[in-house]
């Protein structure tokens, strides 16, 4: 540390690393890619879906009921009617892959086609997940990504065909992958018992996944429907969402699909991405464990009030798991999986956090206007109940986010496609310079 300070290395990086806040309304920056309305900056023309959450009128955004359509299909109509006989997140994948929704023998071929590729290289599992295990699991993932790219004799090919055997084969490495990091790490830093089971032929993707993690292999059909409902909401969110966006980045510079696909995995774990449902869960484990009665609105309004003052949890002022960027009147995947958990919650210990959570979105509008003064446009996120739902599972918390990479790789898969054929340019924003030049001073008259 002593040599640190006489290097003075750490002594002015806020000061050398800020730029003054003026300038962004100056040259009208678009921080964050957003409009001034908190609206995205067009980036880019989408076939695969499209995020609605609110109308333009006279140039005013006008909040509206969200909806979420996967190739022009909207989600609640993908994952309703009598589906308990298969599974759904197999489905979309083939539609976001292929661009339409699959006849029967199609989706028979795709899914035997994943689970030929569940098997790693030789030894990957021994030398590069068990003997090097990562705190945080995204990490190995990202890794494993990029490792798998030296046994694949063809891949720096750029053809379709090879696209599509990549995209395919994480499709079917990923879930399996996440789960022999989780045990890896939670042996080696955890002293905790490792447990193997190898995957078993025939199983969907929600099923392969309950399968290895648990340690008797026990599952019910309503637990991997439910893990199935998680994996579809979580497929695909359009292109501007941040690890979508770099995936399309990535593939904008003609680099490779393994490359592409383990940068994602490194912005999704991005605390301001998909690892805000960490917040999220440590937040709602507070106030269970502050507000006494749960059925009681007064007292969850308080908390909430305490929350949003600064008083409470991270002192953020926030309430995290309401309000999205795009979203205002609901989220189309936090009404699914409430409808889901409700029925899976319905009689068990369960149902009583649950109907917490529901009072949570229902109060905290109310709360935020009582508070601040102002009424906004705010519902509940997808993350308001997915970290309820995978508790409700059995599953880990550090497996939350790496599952969403499970899902979300049909939805990275299909951009980088997207973009291999149509972007045709590298993505590259300019950045305004705000420095002025300086003359260089000879080393010894500093």
């Keep these: 540390m002593d040599e640190q300070k006489k290097l003075s290395l750490y002594n002015n990086f806020v000061t050398v690393n800020s730029v003054d806040p003026s300038l962004y309304e100056q040259y009208d920056v678009k921080r964050g890619l957003r409009n001034s309305d908190t609206s995205g900056v067009i980036a880019g023309v989408t076939n695969i879906s499209n995020v609605h ?103 720096e090919d750029r053809s379709y065909e090879h696209e599509i055997r990549t995209a395919v084969s994480l499709l079917s490495r990923l879930p399996r992958l996440s789960v022999l990091s989780y045990y890896a790490m939670r042996s080696y830093f955890h002293r905790d018992t490792m447990v193997y089971h190898h995957f078993i032929y025939g199983e969907s993707t929600a099923e392969t996944i309950l399968s290895m993690l648990r340690p008797d292999r026990q599952y019910t059909p309503e637990e991997a429907r439910m893990l199935d409902i998680m994996l579809a909401l979580h497929s695909e969110h359009g292109g501007g969402n941040n690890s979508t966006f770099t995936c399309r980045v990535l593939s904008s510079a003609d680099t490779d699909p393994y490359s592409a696909y383990a940068a994602a995995i490194g912005s999704l774990k991005g605390r301001k991405h998909g690892g805000a449902n960490h917040q999220v869960a440590a937040m709602q484990a507070e106030i269970k464990e502050n507000v006494h009665d749960w059925e009681n609105d007064d007292e969850v309004a308080s908390y909430l009030a305490k929350i949003l003052r600064k008083e409470a949890y991270d002192h953020t002022g926030l309430i995290y798991g309401m309000g999205h960027a795009v979203y ?39 709360v935020i206007l009582d508070i601040k003064g102002t009424k906004k446009d705010m519902c ?67």
Aim: proline share 5%; aromatic share 10%; glycine share 6%.
């Design 380 to 446: 509940a996120n997808v993350d308001m109940y997915s970290g309820f739902v995978y508790n409700m599972l059995g599953i880990p918390s550090d497996l939350i986010t790496p599952l969403f990479a499970c899902g979300r790789m049909a939805g990275w898969a299909a951009h980088r496609f997207e973009e291999l054929v149509s972007g045709k340019r590298i993505i590259r924003p300019a950045y305004k310079t705000a420095t002025s030049p300086r003359p260089y001073v000879p080393m010894d008259e500093r």
């Design 328 to 366: 205002t009147k609901s989220d189309p995947r936090a009404v699914i999986l409430k409808e889901y958990a409700s029925k899976l919650a319905a009689g068990t210990e369960f149902e009583a956090e649950l109907n917490l959570l529901k009072s949570i979105e229902r109060l905290a509008p109310e």
């Design 53 to 155: 959450g609110y109308v333009m009128s006279d140039g005013f955004k006008v909040a509206d009921e969200g909806k979420l359509l996967i190739r022009g299909y909207d989600l609640y109509d993908l994952l309703s009617g009598d589906t308990t006989k298969r599974f759904g997140y197999e489905e979309v994948a083939y539609l976001l892959l292929m661009g339409e929704l699959p006849t029967k023998s199609q989706l028979e071929a795709f899914i035997a086609e994943i689970d030929s590729q569940r098997d790693l290289p030789d030894g990957f599992t021994v030398n590069k997940v068990l003997s090097t295990p990562s705190r945080d699991i995204m990490n190995l993932l990202s890794r494993s990504v990029l490792t798998l790219y030296a046994s694949d004799h063809d891949a």
